[in-house]
């Protein structure tokens, strides 16, 4: 078992009622995950849904020739296996670690059960589906419409916003993976959001130096997803 200062690092989780939230807590089992480790992969049954109390993870799209794009952040503000609560329990997409750390997990058919049980988690849970489709709607706009520097400056962002710290293990491949963009472009992004002196860039590590300053270095993208998860974090 764990204390409650650990599941307090999840957001989704302490905005529950608190009768509900003492209800679930038997339920939780305190995880460490690691980089790379896959969560799902698409088409896979849901098993378990996962609480992020300090790792990211990220919802990858996988075509055919194996090239990957990411459509997903998810981190201290929420859990991964939506599909769990909407009917589906099939992965639509690869979820995989991409800054380790530690996470709880509850068995899916607890969380379909308690989801069909109680109206204000319901309510809690389509709510932050919501603001998860907001998030992956724009970042598909994104990536037609705004410069690569504009793009990492929003990504690096939503980075730090999931494990709530500015040190940020990050490589060029990964980011390239993710962005869904050649790894010279990355470098050249970095280069020039590193001479204006936001972040200090360096092999495997990326800090963000100037968090208000980055912010509005990225696209609009950024403030659009992040009022909606605020707006509707405010009923959550």
């Given at each position: 078992m764990f204390d409650s200062p650990q599941i307090s690092a999840n957001q989704l989780l302490m905005a529950l009622p608190p009768g509900e939230y003492k209800r679930l807590i038997p339920y939780l089992e305190p995880v460490n995950l690691v980089l790379g480790q896959i969560?799902?992969?698409?088409?896979?049954?849901?098993?378990?849904?996962?609480?992020?109390?300090g790792a990211m993870i990220s919802l990858v799209s996988v075509m055919k020739d194996g090239s990957t794009t990411e459509i997903g952040l998810v981190?201290?503000?929420?859990?991964?296996?939506?599909?769990?609560?909407?009917?589906?329990?099939?992965?639509?997409?690869?979820?995989?670690?991409?800054?380790?750390?530690?996470?709880v997990k509850m068995d899916a058919s607890i969380v379909k059960s308690e989801f069909e049980r109680e109206k204000q988690l319901q309510t809690k849970l389509l709510l932050y589906t919501q603001a998860r489709l907001t998030q992956v709607s724009?970042?598909?706009?994104?990536?037609?419409?705004?410069?690569?520097?504009?793009?990492l400056a929003r990504w690096l962002l939503f980075v730090n916003d999931c494990v709530n710290k500015p040190e940020l293990p990050l490589t060029q491949k990964f980011i390239s993976e993710m962005l869904g963009v050649r790894r010279a472009s990355v470098a050249?992004?970095?280069?020039?959001?590193?001479?204006?002196?936001?972040?200090?860039?360096?092999?495997?590590?990326?800090?963000?130096?100037?968090r208000n300053e980055l912010e509005q270095a990225a696209c609009e993208c950024y403030g659009l997803i992040q009022n909606e998860f605020n707006r509707l974090s405010r009923d959550i």
């Open positions: 969560i799902y992969e698409p088409k896979q049954l849901i098993k378990e849904v996962y609480f992020p109390l981190g201290t503000e929420g859990m991964i296996g939506l599909p769990t609560f909407l009917g589906g329990n099939i992965a639509t997409n690869r979820a995989i670690v991409q800054v380790e750390g530690n996470a724009q970042i598909t706009a994104c990536k037609s419409h705004h410069l690569i520097e504009e793009r050249e992004a970095a280069g020039t959001l590193q001479k204006a002196g936001l972040i200090s860039y360096s092999r495997g590590q990326i800090t963000i130096l100037k």
